[in-house]
């Protein structure tokens, strides 16, 4: 139970911003939301975490509506090396906060 | 420091074999744990553990085994293996109780078993 809902593909232009959304609409008060990304058939790599306000970091941005039922995370200028499958998890606390990931959104950035 | 080190990075295995997947971590992290990804999939937890000690199931544990003898080091072992056990392996490791429990992934081990 991913507990998250993606859209399973998009495509962004080569410096635009690009807006990965998810829905998160049983997400607990005390929760975070966190993204990750797995770059080809690498092992996946932490972008980015937030649990109300929205966070920046250099990496991208995560704003979190104020519901906690969705979020969305931000790439601000997309290059071809952010080509990936992000995946955006809430950690489970009913199981001794383990992560479970969904089959998360996969990203092309076209040149 | 190396991170999270998994080997070997290949394998292919015959069913009905065992073998041992290993993975090591100098972060000195209590957390680890054992994913599987199978082709488009997203990462399914296997077992998991909070320190020396200490192992507890995922969503898929069965099939395999897990002990955790050192904070360092922490095994998967495949009993017997069968088909259905083909996957990529992601072993992780996170520091225990504190946010923001940032997870750190190892390369991954590419199991088939024929």
């Known amino acids: 139970d991913a507990k998250t809902t993606q859209p399973p593909s998009m495509d962004c232009a080569e410096g635009r911003a690009a807006n990965l959304p998810c829905n998160h609409s049983t997400i607990s008060g005390n929760e975070y939301v966190y993204w990750y990304r797995q770059i080809h058939s690498q092992g996946p790599q932490y972008i980015i975490h937030?649990?109300?306000n929205n966070e920046t970091n250099e990496m991208a941005s995560l704003i979190i509506t104020e519901d906690r039922k969705s979020s969305t995370l931000i790439l601000p200028h997309a290059t071809l090396r952010d080509t990936a499958v992000y995946y955006c998890i809430v950690r489970v606390t009913n199981t001794g906060n383990q992560f479970y990931f969904g089959t998360g959104t996969s990203l092309t950035v076209i040149p | 420091n190396a991170g999270v080190t998994q080997t070997p990075k290949f394998q292919v295995l015959k069913t009905g074999q065992s073998m041992t997947l290993q993975c090591a971590q100098d972060?000195?992290?209590?957390?680890m744990s054992w994913y599987r990804q199978d082709p488009g999939m997203g990462l399914r937890l296997i077992h998991y553990?909070?320190?020396?000690?200490?192992?507890d199931q995922g969503e898929v544990p069965n099939g395999y085994n897990v002990s955790r003898s050192t904070t360092e080091d922490f095994p998967l072992r495949l009993l017997s293996a069968a088909p259905s056990q083909t996957s990529v392996y992601f072993c992780?490791?996170?520091?225990?109780?504190?946010?923001?429990?940032?997870?750190?992934f190892g390369p991954g081990t590419r199991l088939t078993v024929t």
């Open positions: 937030g649990l109300k």
């Open positions: 553990s909070v320190g020396a000690g200490i192992t």
């Open positions: 972060m000195n992290h209590e957390y």
């Open positions: 992780a490791s996170r520091i225990q109780g504190k946010y923001p429990y940032e997870q750190y």
